[in-house]
């Protein structure tokens, strides 16, 4: 530790603290629309010139800038196939020659979340430059975290065409699609992503125990829109005063029973997993059974005594259990993801499904977003481009 002239340690600001200082000195009074421009001062200390953000689209096809003076210029880049696709797939830094220098594609992390890609221009990179734009990065991307709740600018940028009501609304829902953490990460998708009307998916990660729900509300439009909302907000509420899995189904049947008319209904699937340990337990409350893949194959069905969709007023359910293996991944699905008919044809069916996810799992992509998105897009063009239905995944891998 460095001493002043009477031996005490040296507390005037290095290089390194003064960038990071002009970003948190500023930061808590900032408007959103100087976001960029602000981020793109920070790095020209550095000597980064073009600074960029981007965003990935709602579609999770293209990575598009967020507007801002000094914040570079460029249309959006597809997620497949481009340099900064790759840093957001992979969660790595990525760099590649550009003229007069190297371009540095940094990932946006954000409690395990993915928010985007910042990219800068240098001359050369060493470990004293990595290190700043790494953190750089992730200051960006809490400063983005948190301003989004204020601010339709980042929501705009995301959106590549128009929304409906109902999307709008089942959006807003939504925790992170993705959550990576030691133990455990949960990666989730929802199509069609700018119509989708009665799918949604909630999670929590509470201490050891990650708390997950899908859900999907009968019907289109604002109705299934409106009935995804309270069962989500009831499903919430329940998980938050800290009742046993099989109450939460009871809370939520309450719930839609008494805001809905007698033929209104929503299936449901709540599941609790204990992250040090690895024991899962679930409900079904009409969805397709979850499918649990260990070691890149689909080995079962999580088959388990099923009760009547939320708002039929079922009885108490039977919660089923397993122990997982530290690897394992468990894929949720609405049954719109395989009831769809492509081009008139048989459905898609449950057998192409576990087909395809054991293609994509000999790849051994992680679960940030990939596995789940990979997996969307696949079984979209597997199925004709064809959703006419919601169609929701979520996956979640328990570490060990």
């Not at 920070?42 to 003076?69: E, F, K």
């Not at 069916?349 to 990939?370: P, S």
């Not at 990979?374 to 995944?393: F, I, N, P, V």
Request: hydrophobic letters at 40%; glycine letters at 10%; a negative charge.
């Amino acid at each position: 530790m460095a001493v002043g002239a009477r031996g005490a340690p040296d507390r005037s600001e290095s290089f390194g603290e003064g960038v990071l200082g002009l970003l948190l000195d500023r930061a808590h009074e900032l408007p959103p629309h100087l976001v960029a421009p602000l981020v793109a001062e920070a790095v020209a200390r550095l000597g980064a010139r073009d600074a960029q953000i981007m965003l990935q689209d709602y579609g999770q096809q293209n990575l598009v800038p967020l507007p801002g003076t000094g914040a570079g210029t460029g249309g959006p880049q597809p997620i497949d196939g481009s340099d900064a696709g790759r840093c957001f797939l992979e969660s790595r830094p990525v760099e590649v020659p550009a003229p007069g220098g190297v371009r540095v594609h940094l990932p946006l992390l954000d409690g395990g979340d993915q928010v985007g890609v910042l990219s800068v221009t240098l001359d050369g990179t060493g470990r004293d430059e990595h290190r700043i734009l790494r953190r750089i990065a992730g200051l960006t991307a809490d400063m983005m975290q948190t301003k989004n709740g204020y601010t339709d600018l980042f929501f705009r940028t995301r959106r590549s065409e128009p929304m409906s009501v109902a999307a709008e609304i089942q959006w807003s829902l939504l925790p992170p699609l993705s959550m990576v953490m030691p133990r455990v990460a949960v990666a989730g998708v929802l199509e069609p992503a700018y119509a989708v009307a009665g799918d949604s998916f909630d999670y929590a990660l509470n201490g050891d125990v990650l708390h997950l729900a899908m859900i999907d509300a009968m019907g289109h439009g604002l109705d299934a829109a409106t009935m995804a909302t309270v069962a989500i907000g009831a499903y919430r509420h329940a998980r938050r005063i800290s009742i046993e899995l099989s109450e939460i189904y009871l809370f939520m049947d309450r719930a839609i029973a008494e805001q809905f008319d007698p033929d209104h209904f929503v299936t449901a699937q709540m599941m609790r997993l204990d992250t040090d340990t690895g024991r899962l337990q679930w409900v079904n409350a009409g969805h397709p059974a979850p499918m649990l893949v260990r070691a890149h194959r689909v080995v079962r069905r999580l088959e388990s005594p099923t009760t009547l969709p939320v708002g039929f007023g079922g009885d108490q359910p039977q919660v089923s259990a397993v122990t997982l293996e530290p690897g394992d991944r468990v894929l949720c699905f609405t049954d719109g993801l395989i009831e769809e008919h492509a081009n008139g044809q048989e459905q898609f069916g449950e057998e192409q499904l576990i087909d395809w996810v054991n293609r994509l799992e000999e790849a051994d992509h992680g679960i940030r977003t990939v596995a789940a998105r990979e997996l969307s897009h696949t079984l979209k063009r597997a199925r004709g481009e064809t959703t006419s239905d919601d169609a929701t995944l979520v996956l979640f891998e328990w570490r060990g």
